[in-house]
Structures are given as structure tokens and as C-alpha cells.
């Protein structure tokens, strides 16, 4: 699986969108970028996921690139329930391990 | 509708000691992973259970060894604990089918070893 790289820390106000950048220069074309946070002392949690198109749920947006080599994370109007670690991760199928490196801490300010 | 149970949910060995964790996936799902997170590290990857044989392993020692039961429920045991083992313990279940791959994660076994 290729290699992800995050901003360490992230700072987001209340109400504001949190936008999370992802580098993945060496993702091949058929590996796909998926997206996970970590709340303190839980498990880790799906967000999103997408392949070449950009992707919408009721969480977030997921950007990607037409390069194909970076991708944002949008949480439109981040709360401070928001605050968390956020994974970006390449997987090659839909059923392979996850390869999580040390992700993005997002502080959401009131 | 339950999700990813794990127990225990805290336990304290001794090195040498062995350890079983043990997890139930969420309704319906028939694919079991598993995951170890040292502190302030991402979770990495041991292994992934699937109709009762293990499908993929990470890079762990042969003292981390697996089950699945015939209703999808996991083990996993560790063998002559090091200090080095003490971390979360991660249990993620999904649908083999299920095109989007979503995981689901329990809430974890935090292990430490003295």
C-alpha cells in the first residue's frame, strides 16, 4: 500500500470547516484513499472513502485530486465532539489491512 | 443492533504470562481483524480472520496466534508476553461482500505488562 503523509496537528474553530490535507504521491490507480479518526480512548471510525471521484456523506466531503496524488478531508462544520486523531489511508482492495501511519490531531476550538 | 464487543476490557500480566482477548463482531459480519496500538501510535495490523482461517497477517512474531468460531467470534492469544506487548487491542469486524470495506472497531483490550 502506498505511503501517507499528514500534518502532525491541526487547529479548527466551532462551526467552521475543518479542512485535513493527505499526500499519497505514490497511490496507484487502482488503490483507494480512505479516511479515519480516532476519539480518544475508542476504537478508530469510518469516515469516507473514495477512489478517483470526489465523495459526500453525512459525516464529511472527501476531495481527491485528479492526479490522483493528494487528497482533503472536509468536515463542514466541525464541533468540538470533532476533536480526534484523523487517518488518511491508501488500501489496495475493499477487504485488505488497513495501513495506519500517525495521522492528523485536529483540536476543534470553541 | 450491537456493535464490536471485546473483552476483557483492561488486564494486567506478567512477562512470560500468556493472554487471550477475546471479540464478537457486529451483527452479521463474517470477517475479523485484528489490530495492536502502542501509546501514541496508529493501530498497526496483526492479522484477519475470515471463514475460520486466517487470511492475512502483519508483521508479528508466531507468539500472536488467532481463532475464529463457526458464529464469527475471535481470539486472540499472545504467548510469553514482553513488556514491548503492553498496547490497546483492537478488534474490526466487516462483510466479506460488502463493496465499501468499512471496518468496524471495538472499543479495544488495553493490556499491560509488567
Known amino acids: 500500500d502506498a505511503k501517507t503523509t499528514q500534518p502532525p496537528s491541526m487547529d479548527c474553530a466551532e462551526g467552521r470547516a475543518a479542512n485535513l490535507p493527505c499526500n499519497h504521491s505514490t497511490i496507484s490507480g487502482n488503490e483507494y484513499v480512505y479516511w479515519y479518526r480516532q476519539i480518544h480512548s475508542q476504537g478508530p471510525q469510518y469516515i469516507i472513502h473514495g477512489l478517483k471521484n470526489n465523495e459526500t456523506n453525512e459525516m464529511a466531503s472527501l476531495i481527491i485530486t485528479e492526479d490522483r496524488k493528494s487528497s482533503t478531508l472536509i468536515l463542514p462544520h466541525a464541533t468540538l465532539r470533532d476533536t480526534a486523531v484523523y487517518y488518511c489511508?491508501?488500501?489496495?482492495?475493499?477487504?485488505?489491512?488497513?495501513?495506519f501511519g500517525q495521522g492528523t490531531i485536529l483540536t476543534v476550538h470553541p | 443492533d450491537a456493535g464490536v464487543t471485546q473483552s476483557p476490557t483492561h488486564l494486567i500480566k506478567t512477562r512470560g504470562q500468556q493472554v487471550t482477548l477475546r471479540c464478537s463482531p457486529k451483527s452479521g459480519h463474517d470477517t475479523v481483524s485484528w489490530y495492536q496500538q502502542a501509546l501514541g501510535q496508529g493501530p498497526q495490523f496483526i492479522f484477519q480472520y475470515y471463514e475460520e482461517e486466517e487470511r492475512q497477517r502483519g508483521n508479528f512474531p508466531d507468539r500472536f496466534s488467532g481463532h475464529q468460531f463457526p458464529n464469527y467470534s475471535s481470539e486472540l492469544n499472545v504467548n510469553a508476553l514482553l513488556l514491548g506487548d503492553s498496547a490497546l487491542y483492537l478488534c474490526?469486524?466487516?462483510?466479506?461482500?460488502?463493496?465499501?470495506?468499512?471496518?468496524?472497531f471495538g472499543e479495544g483490550s488495553r493490556l499491560t505488562v509488567l
Open positions: 474490526a469486524s466487516s462483510l466479506s461482500w460488502q463493496g465499501t470495506g468499512e471496518l468496524f
Open positions: 489511508i491508501v488500501r489496495l482492495t475493499s477487504y485488505g489491512k488497513l495501513t
